[in-house]
């Protein structure tokens, strides 16, 4: 996959938004309605992200989602989810909730292991890769392997995969907001359209979620 640049990523920001401008975003379409929705923050407007390490779209993603997540306002809360059922996603999602109950995962850490997955090409399919992988990215190893193998991650793991049920998640990325709807870059883009400028669109249909649910309004 080629890398973005700064310029394309800043053409992007300003291309998608205005292809959405035409006309507000249409259920069904850019976002759908969620039949059950999965528990969320209390009196937080909750947006959560769904992925996996190894997915190239997940990855192509997280930047855009990073700046969006920064500028977000005080009444909106956001969290990651990682998914997916083979055993390579079982570790994955282990080292996720191992770092972020260590406190270890910040933006630096989470970036740091797309990139060792999707440029330098590093393979994590057991405990000790993903144990070596960490401390490369400065992790305290020994209190790593601790929180690595605490019973309650297992818990965690089964909270992950029940909230993904709940959203209907069958593709990555993907974003609920407020427990009520689901978009994606691939529902919000159009096909022919770079995937900068897909994950734009749904961030642009993720702020219009964002007011819709401020605003108590439920379609």
Same mark, same amino acid.
């Given at each position: 996959?080629?890398?973005?640049?700064?310029?394309?990523?800043?053409?992007?920001?300003?291309?998608?938004?205005?292809?959405?401008?035409?006309?507000?975003?249409?259920?069904?379409?850019?976002?759908?309605?969620?039949?059950?929705?999965?528990?969320?923050?209390?009196?937080?407007?909750?947006?959560?992200?769904?992925?996996?390490?190894?997915?190239?779209?997940?990855?192509?993603?997280?930047?855009?989602?990073?700046?969006?997540?920064?500028?977000?306002?005080?009444?909106?809360?956001?969290?990651?989810?990682?998914?997916?059922?083979?055993?390579?996603?079982?570790l994955h999602q282990r080292m996720?909730?191992?770092?972020? !109950?260590?406190?270890?995962?910040?933006?630096?850490?989470? /970036?740091?292991?797309?990139? %060792? +997955?999707?440029?330098? &090409? @590093?393979? #994590?399919?057991?405990?000790?890769?993903?144990? !070596?992988?960490?401390g490369k990215l400065g992790v305290?190893? /020994?209190?790593?392997?601790? %929180? +690595?193998?605490?019973? &309650? @991650?297992? #818990?965690?793991?089964?909270?992950?995969?029940?909230?993904?049920?709940?959203?209907?998640?069958?593709?990555?990325?993907?974003?609920?907001? %407020?427990?009520?709807?689901?978009?994606?870059?691939?529902?919000?883009?159009?096909?022919?359209?770079?995937?900068?400028?897909?994950?734009?669109?749904?961030?642009?249909?993720?702020?219009?979620?964002?007011?819709?649910?401020?605003?108590?309004?439920?379609?």
């Amino acid at each position: 996959m080629k890398r973005r640049t700064a310029t394309q990523a800043l053409v992007a920001a300003c291309v998608a938004p205005a292809a959405l401008a035409q006309g507000r975003p249409v259920e069904g379409r850019q976002y759908a309605r969620l039949g059950q929705a999965p528990p969320g923050t209390a009196g937080k407007i909750e947006v959560i992200e769904f992925f996996f390490y190894m997915c190239p779209h997940c990855n192509a993603f997280d930047p855009l989602l990073e700046a969006w997540v920064h500028q977000l306002p005080a009444d909106v809360s956001f969290r990651r989810v990682p998914v997916g059922v083979t055993l390579m996603h079982k570790l994955h999602q282990r080292m996720f909730y191992a770092l972020e !109950a260590m406190g270890a995962l910040t933006p630096q850490v989470h /970036a740091g292991i797309f990139n %060792a +997955f999707h440029r330098a &090409g @590093i393979e #994590a399919n057991d405990e000790a890769a993903i144990v !070596a992988l960490v401390g490369k990215l400065g992790v305290d190893t /020994a209190k790593f392997k601790a %929180a +690595f193998n605490a019973f &309650g @991650i297992q #818990a965690r793991l089964g909270q992950g995969a029940a909230l993904a049920q709940a959203a209907g998640i069958d593709t990555v990325p993907a974003l609920v907001v %407020a427990g009520r709807w689901r978009t994606s870059p691939s529902m919000a883009g159009t096909p022919g359209q770079s995937e900068a400028v897909q994950g734009q669109q749904a961030l642009a249909v993720a702020d219009f979620l964002v007011k819709q649910a401020r605003s108590g309004k439920t379609s």
